[in-house]
């Protein structure tokens, strides 16, 4: 039987061993059969909703360790389903979209996900998707129990590794757990640049060139929260966090 438990910080994390509990939104019968017989082969315990305020009801009821959730929704979209789950409790996403459409992406990432994968995906790619986003929770709670000393400031710009918390100009800006942890990985090196290829495998833990789209949705997110001037575009290379001339 499962068993979770909740970190100081609000978040639910599954006890070492016990089986994950993913929930899976999609109103297409065949999508989400295809996704639930993949992940519980992986070992997950999968429950499906094929509207929107079925998913919120039964995220509520059965608190999911992690949602893949699809947009376009009967009832309510995809979008109000995250924000609805997330202003109740702090739980991974996984968005899909049938179209590749960048702003759909960064509306998704705005409102609480923390990825996203255009249809049509293979299986084998969504379940590691999955098991990344729920390595990255793992290690986001470890970190926030872990006491480091100082904030990393960069001019204006202040991270707070142990409260998982970034201010710009001394206000709160509100990140994803992604975009934190993406950057925590440009600032731990100021002014190197990083490529797209580096910051998939260091933030995402995923190898293949074909997720860099990821990336770069993810970095003008981030730069609409933190500023724009702040990451700095090398062309056909990567990205890197600009910091004040000493």
Known sequence: MEQTHTSHNGTATATPGA????????????IVD????RLRAEGFLVQTAGDGPTAVDTAEAWQPDLLILDIMLPGFDGLEVCRRVQAARPVPVLMLTARDDETDMLVGLGVGADDYM????????????????????????????????GILRLGELEIDHAQRRVRVRSEDVH????EFDLLVCLANTPR??????????EVWDWADAS???????????LRRK???????????????????TP
């Open 19 to 30: 089986q994950r509990r993913v929930l899976v939104v999609e109103d297409d019968p065949t």
């Open 118 to 149: 255009t249809k049509p995906f293979s299986m084998r790619e969504l379940a590691a998707r999955v098991h990344v986003l729920l390595r990255r929770v793992e290690r986001a709670a470890i970190a926030a129990s872990t006491p480091r000393s």
């Open 192 to 201: 190197a640049v990083l490529s797209r290829e580096q910051l998939l495998a």
């Open 226 to 244: 933190i500023g724009a001037e702040r990451i700095r575009t090398v062309h056909g290379v990567g990205y890197a966090l600009e910091t004040p």
């Open 175 to 178: 990140l994803t757990p992604t």
């Open 211 to 221: 997720g860099t789209r990821t990336v770069d949705s993810h970095i003008k997110a």
């Open 34 to 37: 295809a996704i639930a017989v």
